[in-house]
């Protein structure tokens, strides 16, 4: 506990002990016994996190802001509160980017320069950390969104922009982190999602310039890889050819401890394009199962797109995500979703939000149900003297005859049905 002494010439004193049970006093200086009573209150807030190693309340956080630089020497001075190291965007930003650079992946650090350069662009780089609330951070997300970014982008750079002040918080830079109010979730973008066909398939595969082009499409709609990571981490090595699978390495995933890659089959649709490489003598077959095209300055995105239109078909948004989304939606009807996402390495939630699609097959095929219901549910319902149809009587006989005869049509449906309860309780 804290206690306020007063001196003769109306100088207040708060006396306190510290962590290390040591006593302490701090001038406040010849302020009114209300205004002294605000700040013993305020000290003793101090002296409870530091004992407890809790997080500051709101109430004492927004007070700790608010204060001038007199009375944060003071508190700075009686061990309250540290000196701050840095006190401006620019080296908050540039300090936590020189931390992360020897633990992270190279395309990581672009990320948070990306991020650093639309905080400076907005903000300037010599903005006090102080001086940034949750308002500030609500103008920045809307500075993007006039910039024309997507939303799912935004909240990417958003969730980065958290992680950076996240970092001054740790380094008693800031009390609060004044990103936290802005939302850095991912939403699921249906409208961008795109089915492709085996028959289209193939016809992109066949307007490739290379065999090594036809196994990056094949690895991405057949096997389900993410590319480039995935698909340019396999390695010949990794194949079993004789049990029918091989190994993804997953650099994505591969800070997480058993995500370090995953087993896939051989697919029967994937099988000719790997031994068209396997054994081609005219390949140069070396390490890595994709070798003349792992050059990280070839924009695979572009060459892709021409790969498209030279097979006659309309380039579709995300490209390589949606030949593996496809597959994941083919998967998903055949097997159970325990074994699709073992297989595509990732899980029934994500699976759900972000990759299995609604096609427009699946509204057909309902139609096509539909219909066959009805013809023989009216056919099977006899007439009474009267000409009208005896429902009673047939009802179960003609559902029990549509049952039987869709049965092999009907299981895909039923392990597809079987496989959204599941996710839906896991969502």
Known sequence: MASITKHPNGCKIIQFYDADSKRRTMRVGK?????AEAIRVRVECLVSAK????????????WLKTLDKVMTGKL??????????????????????????GDVKPRTVAKYKVVK????????KDTPLKALNAGEAKAWRAYLIERGLAENSIRKLSGIAKTMFNYGIDKELLIKNPFKCLPSTLVPTRERHFFLSHEDTEKVIKACPDAEWQLIIALARYGGLRTPSETFSLRWEDINWERERFYVRSPKTERYEGKEGRIVPIFPELRPYLDQ???DPAEDRGEHVIAKHRI????????FHKIIKRAGLKPWPKPFQNLRSSRETELVEQFPIQTVVAWMGNSPAVAMQSYLQVRESDFEQALRNALQYTAVYTKSVPQDEEGENDVSQCESEACEE??????????????????????????
């Open 31 to 35: 302020v009114s016994m209300k205004a």
């Open 51 to 62: 004992i407890t190693g809790h997080a500051l309340d709101d109430v004492t956080g927004h």
């Open 76 to 101: 700075t001075k009686a061990g309250l509160i540290k000196a701050r190291e840095s006190a401006t965007l620019g080296e908050l930003i540039n300090n936590f980017i020189k931390l992360r650079t």
């Open 117 to 124: 350069k639309h905080l400076i662009d907005h903000f300037g």
């Open 277 to 279: 490489c396997f054994f």
């Open 296 to 303: 990280r300055s070839e924009n695979l995105r572009t060459t």
């Open 402 to 427: 549509v049952r039987n005869d869709a049965e092999g049509e009907n299981r895909a449906g039923r392990t597809r049905t079987c496989n959204q309860q599941i996710m839906s309780l896991l969502l």
